[in-house]
T-cell receptor, first 114, second 113 residues
Framework: NAGVTQTPKFRVLKTGQSMTLLCAQD?????MYWYRQDPGMGLRLIHY???????AKGEVPDGYNVSRLKKQNFLLGLESAAPSQTSVYFC?????????????FGPGTRLLVL | GENVEQHPSTLSVQEGDSAVIKCTYS??????FPWYKQELGKRPQLIID?????GEKKDQRIAVTLNKTAKHFSLHITETQPEDSAVYFC????????????FGTGTQLKVEL
């Protein structure tokens, strides 16, 4: 049981390049989330999904797209990377349902946009 | 939307002392309040949580208190140890709409020998 995993661990991009971050969970969780973490700003929600085939915008969705084609995977895409997207990206998942609010985080992806 | 404020941003205590971190929230419908600990370069990990139908919860050396009327909640760590040094985040969410967590900006706790 690997829990929540993220690929890649670290990536350097040039401005304008695109990339996809992969989040995978093997806990059969319904809900999945993408956050970014910047110094002094805590974690901010980018997009989230409440089930396979669904996605919704979070607090800071601009410049990102997501897809949840399979229940276990949640992809975060950057179509045209900008230096402002330099950050640490965390994925999280939770079971779903009342009383099961705990979110479990992946190890993070460190992204540097030059 | 929800807004969570966290204080202090940094906290330094002597080993064995107690540490208290405070958070306030704005959405009166919020009903779930977790605390996460994040060590340098690591993922956030849940250390304790509380729901709005409970005023206090304790787990060994850590405890959380909730005041719904004042819309604030606090993390208490007693008998601090060097391994408690980390960044602590509070968060709040409400039922529905994805149960989205809104995080505070974090508290860097340093436990000095």
């Amino acid at each position: 049981n690997a829990g929540v995993t993220q690929t890649p661990k670290f990536r350097v991009l040039k401005t304008g390049q695109s990339m996809t971050l992969l989040c995978a969970q093997d806990m059969n969780h319904e809900y999945m989330y993408w956050y970014r973490q910047d110094p002094g700003m805590g974690l901010r929600l980018i997009h989230y999904s409440v089930g396979e085939g669904t996605t919704a915008k979070g607090e800071v969705p601009d410049g990102y797209n997501v897809s949840r084609l399979k229940k276990q995977n949640f992809l975060l895409g950057l179509e045209s990377a900008a230096p402002s997207q330099t950050s640490v990206y965390f994925c999280a998942s939770r079971v779903g349902g009342a009383g099961e609010e705990t979110q479990y985080f992946g190890p993070g992806t460190r992204l540097l946009v030059l | 939307g929800e807004n969570v404020e966290q204080h202090p941003s940094t906290l330094s205590v002597q080993e064995g002392d107690s540490a208290v971190i405070k958070c306030t929230y704005s959405d009166s419908a919020s009903n779930y309040f977790p605390w996460y600990k994040q060590e340098l370069g690591k993922r956030p990990q849940l250390i304790i949580d509380i729901r709005s139908n409970v005023g206090e919860k304790k787990d060994q050396r850590i405890a959380v208190t909730l005041n719904k009327t004042a819309k604030h909640f606090s993390l208490h760590i007693t008998e601090t140890q060097p391994e408690d040094s980390a960044v602590y985040f509070c968060a709040a969410s409400r039922t529905g709409g994805g149960n989205k967590l809104t995080f505070g900006t974090g508290t860097q706790l340093k436990v000095e020998l």
